[in-house]
């Protein structure tokens, strides 16, 4: 790699030359089919993913939020509910809890893992509580057992937010198969991406599966006879294509982007004020992103230090949800989710990352670290 060249935060090109062959093969398979909305494509697509995963019911719908929104809607929750989850994550995800009608609820996270803590959650149920929303924030899978025991001992219903972590795991177990619903994206920048918009939903519940399928169809089982009202929220036939082609990629990828993250920890190591992305005992971490976090309140300097040198970052998320105009009124108190906000910085990460680009982030991160440590 030219040590001038640009390092974005994301470059698709290498995994999409990797499968060029099979999305070829794939868009002229649907040209020749042409059943552009739903129909066998993305029935297959629907079966071979519900089988990878290991659940009963996948159902393809046209983004995550919507996933998000028809897994809470089939879970019958609405006006008058609340929904325990997390601030420290993308908009979508309280979003859609108020799209049905319900409140969302706040409870802090972990500083380590970003991830809800489950004392927390508890702390947060009401009379009025009818869910909890856990987010599998960067790849990193929250504690699906206790936040699921919490879920049983209150009669409560769990919703996975698994869009940062297709392919992931806790205790041997794929992210996405432990809540009663759970909701996945294909936003082209996920692990497993379409080339648009697209989003999922896994149950093993056969009604809520129906539910759902209706919900995405405008509520209707049969066309033309609608039940309730719904959405217009169908997968289309050419992203289940594109999507059916990386699938077996999959494992793969999350694979190489586990060894770049051992390589950046390699490198940054030595990096005083630096704290490094961690894993929870027993989960596979499938590092949607690799974020540190960084000290002192030196992050924004750090930031433009490393694009004045080319290398891309992002900052998910400089504003906590609980900071937002529609849920600033919320009296929840969330330090960590707050802090973490002003310190995480994420660094370029995607499956075939060159080694040398790596090595120009660490040392542009160290060089930044020399440059503060000397200044008077």
């Not at 619903?181 to 519940?205: E, H, I, Q, R, Y």
């Not at 169908?234 to 999959?250: H, M, S």
Request: charged content about 20%; aromatic content about 8%.
């Amino acid at each position: 790699m030219d040590q001038h060249s640009e390092i974005p935060i994301l470059d698709l090109a290498p995994e999409l030359a990797e499968v060029a062959r099979e999305l070829e093969a794939a868009w002229r398979r649907v040209l020749a089919s042409r059943q552009f909305i739903l129909g066998p494509e993305v029935e297959a697509f629907e079966q071979e993913v519900a089988a990878w995963l290991g659940v009963r019911h996948a159902v393809g719908v046209n983004s995550g939020t919507d996933a998000l929104v028809i897994a809470l809607r089939a879970l019958g929750i609405g006006p008058g509910d609340e929904v325990v989850t997390t601030p420290f994550t993308f908009f979508a995800t309280a979003e859609s809890i108020s799209a049905v009608g319900a409140t969302p609820v706040f409870a802090d996270i972990d500083p380590a893992t970003f991830n809800l803590r489950t004392d927390l959650v508890e702390r947060a149920l009401t009379p009025r509580t009818k869910a909890i929303l856990p987010v599998h924030l960067f790849g990193l899978a929250a504690d699906m057992q206790a936040l699921s025991a919490l879920a049983v001992r209150h009669g409560l219903a769990v919703v996975e937010d698994v869009a940062q972590a297709f392919g992931g795991a806790d205790q041997g177990r794929r992210l996405g198969t432990f809540g009663a619903a759970s909701a996945f994206s294909f936003f082209p920048s996920k692990n497993l991406g379409c080339l648009g918009d697209g989003g999922l939903v896994t149950t093993d519940d056969d009604r809520i599966a129906g539910e759902a399928r209706a919900l995405r169809a405008h509520g209707s089982r049969r066309k033309y006879f609608n039940e309730v009202v719904g959405y217009n929220s169908r997968l289309d036939a050419l992203q289940a294509a594109v999507l059916r082609a990386k699938l077996p990629r999959v494992e793969g990828w999350n694979a190489a982007r586990r060894e770049a993250a051992d390589r950046y920890r390699a490198l940054l190591r030595p990096a005083p004020g630096i704290t490094l992305p961690t894993e929870r005992p027993g989960t596979w971490h499938v590092y949607h992103q690799f974020t540190i976090r960084v000290g002192g309140g030196r992050r924004d300097a750090l930031r433009d230090w490393l694009a004045a040198r080319g290398i891309g970052t992002m900052v998910y998320y400089p504003r906590p949800l609980h900071r937002m105009p529609p849920y600033a009124g919320q009296s929840c108190p969330c330090p960590e989710a707050e802090a973490a906000s002003r310190e995480v910085l994420s660094l370029p990460m995607w499956p075939r990352i060159a080694p040398e680009a790596q090595q120009r982030v660490a040392q542009g991160i160290l060089g930044f670290l020399d440059a503060h440590r000397a200044a008077p």
